[in-house]
């Protein structure tokens, strides 16, 4: 077994991977949806946390309730998408760390007892889980349309209501209408941005 991504795959992931904004009329097989989660799942989280909990809405009805929330931006996004996953957050993560770090479980109470923690580990390792999210979808041929244009509050009245969970960002999925694409931002070189000690 190779132990590196060969070029094409490095393309599919990254450098021709485009945020898709309009989508084909074409459905995403509903068992993607499970191959995507059964790969993002691996990515490392603190003390292996998981705090992500996601929302597939894959009719139009379920994206309806979805509508109301979101900028007039991103509505036509929403509409073309097959599939948007709501990106959520369990802000009591924490009860679980005697399951999913068992070598430590008192560390639950770090968080019991700190609730700055808590929403920082929650907002830290949700976020990097959503992009696993992405790149596990792109690993299997999909293409992703990342949302943070929404009103939180009224999405997690609307779909989170009577849990913990808030929503972080939302992910549209499906097969991208290229023509649909906007240009190409550039991004920074290693110089710009990074530093070698
Ligand atoms: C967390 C996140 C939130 C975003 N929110 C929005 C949004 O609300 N509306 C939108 O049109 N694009 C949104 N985008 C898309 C970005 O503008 C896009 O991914 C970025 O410009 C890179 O585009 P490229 O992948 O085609 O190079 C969001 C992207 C991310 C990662």
Same mark, same amino acid.
């Given at each position: 077994?190779?132990?590196?991504?060969?070029?094409?795959?490095?393309?599919?992931?990254?450098?021709?991977?485009?945020?898709?904004?309009?989508?084909?009329?074409?459905?995403?097989?509903?068992?993607?949806?499970?191959?995507i989660y059964d790969l993002m799942k691996w990515g490392?989280?603190?003390?292996?946390?998981?705090?992500a909990?996601?929302?597939?809405?894959?009719?139009?009805?379920?994206?309806?309730?979805?509508?109301?929330?979101?900028?007039?931006?991103?509505? !036509?996004?929403?509409?073309?998408?097959?599939?948007?996953?709501?990106?959520?957050?369990?802000?009591?993560?924490?009860?679980?760390?005697?399951?999913?770090?068992?070598? !430590?479980?008192?560390?639950?109470?770090?968080?019991?007892?700190?609730?700055? &923690?808590?929403?920082?580990?929650?907002?830290?390792?949700?976020?990097?889980q959503? !992009?696993y999210f992405?790149f596990a979808?792109? !690993?299997?041929?999909?293409?992703?349309?990342?949302?943070?244009?929404?009103?939180?509050?009224?999405?997690?009245?609307?779909?989170?209501?009577?849990?913990?969970?808030?929503?972080?960002?939302?992910?549209?999925?499906?097969?991208?209408?290229?023509?649909? &694409?906007?240009?190409?931002?550039?991004?920074?070189?290693?110089?710009?941005?990074?530093?070698?000690?």
């Amino acid at each position: 077994m190779s132990s590196t991504l060969d070029s094409n795959a490095c393309k599919l992931l990254f450098t021709e991977a485009r945020t898709a904004n309009l989508f084909l009329d074409k459905s995403v097989e509903p068992n993607l949806l499970r191959e995507i989660y059964d790969l993002m799942k691996w990515g490392p989280t603190s003390m292996n946390c998981c705090p992500a909990r996601i929302v597939f809405l894959t009719t139009p009805k379920a994206k309806a309730r979805l509508i109301p929330s979101a900028f007039d931006g991103n509505v !036509a996004r929403i509409n073309s998408a097959p599939v948007v996953a709501i990106i959520g957050q369990d802000m009591e993560f924490f009860q679980y760390i005697p399951h999913l770090y068992p070598h !430590a479980p008192e560390n639950k109470k770090v968080f019991e007892d700190n609730e700055f &923690a808590a929403e920082a580990t929650a907002f830290r390792n949700s976020t990097i889980q959503g !992009a696993y999210f992405i790149f596990a979808a792109r !690993a299997l041929g999909l293409d992703c349309g990342p949302m943070s244009g929404f009103d939180n509050a009224r999405v997690d009245k609307e779909f989170f209501g009577g849990t913990h969970v808030k929503s972080n960002f939302l992910c549209t999925i499906g097969y991208a209408d290229s023509a649909a &694409a906007f240009p190409r931002g550039p991004r920074f070189a290693f110089e710009d941005v990074c530093q070698v000690l």
